[in-house]
Structure formats: structure tokens, C-alpha cells
């Protein structure tokens, strides 16, 4: 049997989609069934790197959704909108979806599936985490019989690449993230990347997979490396850790509460994550009784999301080829978030931090450090002072695991000190 797909959008991913569909020789069979029909562009002038006849190219998305002919609707514009009126109007003249729209997805996830479920189409989106690296069909099918209590990802490129540079050469963020511009590795506008917010959108996709309920976006704590300096990479080194980006989404053992959260963390230089460098993603996802386990690859690019986005096309495909009609979803490739998550709220969330402080080198600085972070009950594990910025003591500080709320409490209780005159880093440690 045929099917019919309508691309929204031909940049890079779509363009890489398409090639894999216009050659199917020695790829798996069930590509052969699967046509393009039609493609959705924002300009019919635009030249293209691809060969494909020109009658099949449209400027109206809307009749592409619409069009009684297409099965599949392969969602690749990107954005909020029109991609989730485009995505719901699909849904709603019966075809199913494939998108790799992380910030719709993890938006608009619960309204989305609900008009899916109800129309009895399937909405599938792995390329939206981890480009060519399976992790979501993994969380729904071949690790389904966990119970799930960590995902912790490195799930942005461009940022992974910035702090492996700054790591590896020494270099400051502002010229890394410059050089990134120029190789095309970072975008010309690099916000959504180095504030962490397409890594929290990935994180709360995740999330709801793994642990079975709608996730509000906004319930992901963010940060992002737009702080992070030279020095903290070097003190990193000299403690023993690198600085990634990690994307954490923790179920406390026999409790509903999740926390949720993207931050750049010190993670010791023996862990899986620590190793992950350049463009590439991971995602370490643990669970009971799996044990651990770690997807490792290309997190973005043409080639490597479109074998995601073709996985997906042909993951419908396979469950329809006898009818195009499912009478009932299949439970393993559909999506029914339940209740709401409930989120800790970041004050209550149990961490190590390192902390560096630039002070005056006078008596008795270190122990009103100390007597600050006890009053909070804050313990330390290592109090170091190494080096000087022009006439200012550096005092960096690593504690045990501590709620963060009353770290934050004695961190204000510090900044009113007088020998303290910057507190210039705090970065969570894994
Ligand atoms: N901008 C993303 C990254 C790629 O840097 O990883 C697509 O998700």
C-alpha cells in the first residue's frame, strides 16, 4: 500500500528527509511505499540543493493539512507558529503527524495528543530530542518496562561544542560562541541555545515520556552558559570535573515528585556524560531494573534528524500498511499523558555547589565563609584559595549535598559581608 506525505518546510531537515526518501536502494522496504506529494515552502523561487519536480511545491501550507490525498503530515517549519495551528489542523482532516518541533511539543504536548488520540492519528516526534539518536521511541517501546527515575542529557550541540572549546583551548565564551556563528555549529541568533531553553524544552518531552504525565514548560528550571568563564573551567579541571550543559529530569524513589531542571554543572571527569564533546548529544537514562543506559551520537544536522523523521514516517507506515484508518492506536506508539507532573520547586531540590568568591585577603575571610554556611546548614566538602584576580583573593568552594534554598539563604547572608566583593560563579556539581 501507498502513502502519502505532505513536508512542511524544505531546509535541513526536510531537504535530508527527502533524500532519503528519493533513495530507497538498500534501505529498508518500506520506504519504497512512501511518496512525497507535496511540499510546503515559504518561497517557490528559493533554489534548492535537491532535485524535485516543481508542480509538487506549494506556498499554502494550509492545503497541504488539508489536501484528502496525504496520510502523512512531516511537521519541519519549526517555531510556534503556524506549526501548531498546521499540526492541529492536520490532526483534525485525519492524517497522522511527524514532527521534530521540540518548543511546540513541549508546549502544546497534552493539547496536541488529545486531538491525536481523539482523532485516532499518531503524532510521533523523535527527531524533536537528540536528532538521530533514538531516545524517544527507546522510552516508549524498548525500555517501557522500567520504572524510570533519571534522564540526564547533554541535548544541545551548539552548547556542548562552546564549553568543550572553552575546555579544551582556554578560550572565553563571547569567542567561542563567535567561532561557533562563523562553522555554522550556533545560530545567528544563539538565545534559545545558550539560555538552556531548547534544552529545557527537550528535557520536559522527555520527561513526560518517561514518566507518564503532561508536563508544564514552565516547571523546568533553566539556565543557561552565557556566565560560565575561563576561570570556572579551570578550577573545574583542577577539582576534577568539566562543565556541561545537563538536562535532569529525577523521580524520587516511591514519591510522585519530579524535579526538572537544565543548568551548566560540574560533573566528575569519571562519568559517562564528561566524555560527550563537540556537537555530539547523550542521554543517560537510568530506571528500575535496567540499571543505566546511554544514547550517544549526532544530536543535529540534516542526515542524522531526518533518519529520525524517516523512523517515525516509517514506524506509521509499518502499523497501518493493511489499513490506513486505525480503528484503535497502537498504546506502544501513541501518547496519553495522564495528570500533571508535580515538579519540586528548585529551592527544595537537594545539590552540591561550587561557589567562587572574590574577597579581600584579610583575617579571618574563610571562617566567616564557614560560620555563614553553617548557619544554614550548609556543609562544605572543600574550601580552596588558590589565586588572585588583581588585588582580590579567589576563594572557591565546593559543598555536600544541601537544599538549594538554604544555600541561596547563606549566599545572601555572604554578599552582606564586607571582605566579600563579588560572588562572580555558582554552578551546581553532579
Ligand atoms: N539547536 C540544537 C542544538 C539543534 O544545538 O543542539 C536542534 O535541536
Redesign the pocket.
Known amino acids: 500500500m501507498a502513502f502519502k506525505i505532505g513536508l512542511l518546510g524544505l531546509g535541513t531537515v526536510g531537504t535530508g528527509t527527502a533524500e532519503i526518501l528519493l533513495n530507497p536502494e538498500g534501505r529498508h522496504p518500506l520506504i519504497q511505499d512512501i511518496t512525497i506529494e507535496q511540499i510546503g515552502v515559504k518561497s517557490l523561487e528559493k533554489k534548492r540543493s535537491i532535485e524535485l519536480p516543481t508542480n509538487i511545491f506549494t506556498t499554502d501550507l494550509e492545503a497541504i493539512v488539508t489536501n484528502p490525498d496525504i496520510d502523512i503530515v512531516v511537521e519541519l517549519i519549526g517555531g510556534l507558529e503556524p506549526a501548531r495551528s498546521l499540526i492541529l489542523s492536520a490532526i483534525e482532516h485525519g492524517k497522522h503527524v511527524v514532527t ?1 518541533n ?1 518548543a511546540v511539543m513541549a508546549r502544546f504536548g497534552p493539547e496536541i495528543y488529545e486531538a491525536a488520540n481523539n482523532a485516532k492519528v499518531y503524532v510521533l516526534l523523535e527527531a ?4 538521530g539518536i533514538p531516545i524517544v521511541e527507546p522510552l516508549k517501546q524498548s525500555l517501557g518496562a522500567n520504572r524510570f527515575e533519571n534522564i540526564i542529557g547533554i ?7 562552546i564549553l568543550t572549546q572553552m575546555t579544551q583551548n582556554g578560550v572565553d565564551f563571547e569567542e567561542v560562541l563567535k567561532e561557533a556563528q562563523a562553522l555554522g ?3 545567528a541568533d544563539p538565545t ?2 545558550v539560555g538552556g531553553l ?2 529545557a524544552d ?1 528535557i520536559a518531552i522527555l520527561a513526560s515520556l518517561a514518566f507518564g504525565g503532561k508536563v508544564k514548560r514552565e516547571d523546568v528550571y533553566c539556565e543557561g552558559i552565557t556566565k560560565i568563564t575561563s576561570s570556572d573551567i579551570s578550577y573545574a579541571e583542577k577539582l576534577g570535573f568539566v562543565i556541561k550543559l545537563l538536562a535532569i529530569a529525577h523521580k524520587v524513589p516511591d514519591t510522585e515528585k519530579l524535579q526538572l531542571r537544565v543548568h551548566p554543572t560540574f560533573v566528575p571527569k569519571s562519568h559517562p556524560l564528561a566524555n560527550i564533546n563537540g ?1 555530539n ?1 547523550a542521554i543517560l537514562v537510568e530506571g528500575q531494573p535496567l540499571g543505566q543506559v546511554m544514547f550517544y551520537g549526532p ?3 540534516s542526515g542524522p ?1 531526518a533518519s529520525a523523521v524517516v523512523a517515525d514516517i516509517m514506524n506509521i507506515v509499518g502499523v497501518l500498511h493493511s489499513n490506513k484508518k486505525a480503528e484503535n492506536l497502537d498504546p506502544l506508539l501513541s501518547c496519553s499523558p495522564q495528570n500533571y507532573c508535580v515538579v519540586t520547586p528548585i529551592e527544595d531540590v537537594y545539590t552540591r555547589f561550587y561557589a567562587r568568591f572574590l574577597c579581600a585577603d584579610v583575617p579571618g575571610v574563610i571562617g566567616h565563609l564557614g560560620m555563614a554556611f553553617g548557619d544554614h546548614s550548609v556543609s562544605l566538602e572543600s574550601v580552596v584559595q588558590i589565586g588572585f584576580q588583581e588585588d582580590l583573593a579567589e576563594i572557591v568552594v565546593v559543598t555536600h549535598k544541601v537544599r538549594e534554598g538554604n544555600f541561596r539563604s547563606a549566599i545572601e547572608e555572604i554578599r552582606s559581608l564586607n571582605a566579600i566583593k563579588n560572588i562572580p560563579s555558582i554552578i551546581r556539581v553532579l
Open positions: 521534530a521540540k524533536a530530542v537528540g536528532g541535548v544541545n550541540g551548539t552548547t556542548n561544542y555549529y550556533a545560530e534559545a541555545d531548547d534544552a527537550k556537537v548529544n544530536g543535529a544536522g534528524t
